[in-house]
């Protein structure tokens, strides 16, 4: 298992990571969890990201149900976890529009009660979620300021930022933001023209990578654009000796931004097969066959 520094004095994190927005629906008591971790450990895997969000905030208090239950795993693995989004759910009845809310001390609370529910002392890397129109940059970096001189949260950064809105937030602060975790796959091409991929590259700064095999949808979606990217995957497929999925993850990380792929799945296969695919490098002519058959022309 490869590891990687999201950047200079960043944490250093498995470059498989385990997502667990799913967690509620994989149907894990505590001591199935807890079987999980270790196994993702014997992987190598061993960063878990979380949000405050997921499975309408429930997620994170399973996950330290199970780190409760055994607290030396703590030692052993990195969570990350993000802040900023407010749900409409009935564990939030006060909310009655879905909004974000990334004022100081919401950001602080959030991540207060993240490490509650985790059962830790300290986060390894918090997240604000989503960039939010109202966004105070001043506000949110006394946040970031105040979780990191509290030993809260080890290190800080954003997810889901443009460019400029991640310079906007890097300008009030006195120490790195160490990545930007985005959307990239061989579905959604956006990182690699609009500047957030430079940007990464630029700062030495590795992105997260959510939804990188396109959240299924690149082998459950019936459309013309997936059926010529799994065509795509199939021919490397055949050429590498690869799985069409482990070619899709090949493609994300070919990237020389190093990205990181967070992985959304409680089955140990699917890792396994995903650890697997950081052994293997597409030359050019396929990494741009996979991108020319997502965009549907050559390159210019």
Same mark, same amino acid.
């Given at each position: 298992?490869?590891?990687?520094?999201?950047?200079?004095?960043g944490?250093t994190f498995s470059?498989t990571?385990?997502g667990?927005m799913?967690?509620?629906?994989?149907g894990?008591?505590?001591?199935?969890?807890?079987d999980?971790i270790?196994q993702c450990?014997?992987?190598?895997?061993?960063?878990?990201?979380?949000?405050?969000i997921?499975?309408?905030?429930t997620?994170?208090?399973l996950?330290?149900?199970?780190?409760?239950?055994?607290?030396?795993?703590?030692g052993?693995?990195e969570?990350?976890?993000?802040?900023?989004?407010?749900?409409l759910?009935?564990?939030r009845?006060e909310n009655?529009?879905?909004?974000?809310?990334?004022?100081r001390?919401?950001?602080v609370?959030?991540?207060?009660?993240?490490?509650?529910?985790?059962?830790?002392?300290?986060?390894?890397?918090?997240l604000?979620?989503?960039?939010?129109? =109202?966004?105070? $940059?001043?506000?949110?970096a006394?946040? &970031?300021t105040a979780?990191r001189?509290? /030993?809260? +949260?080890?290190? #800080?950064?954003v997810?889901?930022?443009m460019?400029?809105?991640f310079?906007?937030?890097?300008?009030?602060?006195d120490f790195?933001l160490?990545?930007?975790?985005?959307?990239?796959?061989? =579905?959604?091409? $956006?990182?690699?023209?609009?500047?957030? &991929?430079d940007?990464?590259q630029r700062? /030495?700064? +590795?992105?997260? #990578?959510?939804?990188?095999?396109?959240?299924?949808?690149l082998?459950s979606?019936?459309?013309?654009?997936?059926g010529?990217?799994?065509?795509?995957?199939?021919v490397?497929?055949?050429?590498?000796g690869?799985?069409?999925a482990?070619v899709?993850?090949?493609w994300v990380?070919?990237?020389p931004?190093?990205?990181?792929? #967070?992985?959304g799945?409680?089955?140990i296969?699917?890792?396994?097969e995903?650890?697997?695919?950081e052994?293997?490098?597409?030359?050019?002519?396929q990494w741009?066959?996979?991108w020319?058959?997502s965009?549907?022309?050559?390159?210019?």
């Amino acid at each position: 298992m490869t590891r990687i520094q999201l950047t200079e004095g960043g944490p250093t994190f498995s470059r498989t990571v385990a997502g667990v927005m799913r967690l509620r629906e994989w149907g894990m008591d505590t001591d199935g969890l807890r079987d999980f971790i270790h196994q993702c450990l014997d992987l190598g895997i061993t960063t878990f990201d979380h949000a405050d969000i997921y499975g309408s905030y429930t997620c994170e208090a399973l996950f330290g149900a199970a780190l409760a239950a055994e607290p030396a795993l703590r030692g052993r693995i990195e969570l990350v976890t993000k802040g900023g989004i407010q749900l409409l759910s009935p564990n939030r009845p006060e909310n009655y529009v879905h909004h974000y809310n990334t004022g100081r001390d919401y950001i602080v609370a959030a991540a207060e009660n993240s490490l509650h529910n985790l059962h830790t002392d300290t986060l390894d890397l918090f997240l604000i979620h989503r960039p939010d129109p =109202l966004l105070d $940059a001043d506000e949110v970096a006394e946040a &970031l300021t105040a979780l990191r001189a509290a /030993g809260k +949260a080890r290190h #800080v950064g954003v997810s889901n930022f443009m460019p400029w809105q991640f310079d906007l937030l890097q300008a009030r602060l006195d120490f790195p933001l160490v990545t930007n975790q985005i959307e990239l796959s061989v =579905l959604h091409l $956006a990182p690699l023209h609009d500047g957030t &991929l430079d940007q990464a590259q630029r700062l /030495g700064a +590795a992105p997260m #990578v959510w939804s990188p095999v396109a959240g299924g949808r690149l082998f459950s979606g019936g459309d013309e654009r997936a059926g010529r990217v799994r065509g795509a995957l199939e021919v490397i497929s055949g050429q590498i000796g690869a799985s069409p999925a482990q070619v899709a993850l090949a493609w994300v990380l070919r990237h020389p931004s190093r990205p990181l792929p #967070v992985m959304g799945t409680g089955q140990i296969e699917r890792l396994r097969e995903a650890v697997a695919a950081e052994s293997i490098t597409l030359d050019r002519q396929q990494w741009f066959a996979i991108w020319e058959a997502s965009a549907g022309r050559e390159v210019p």
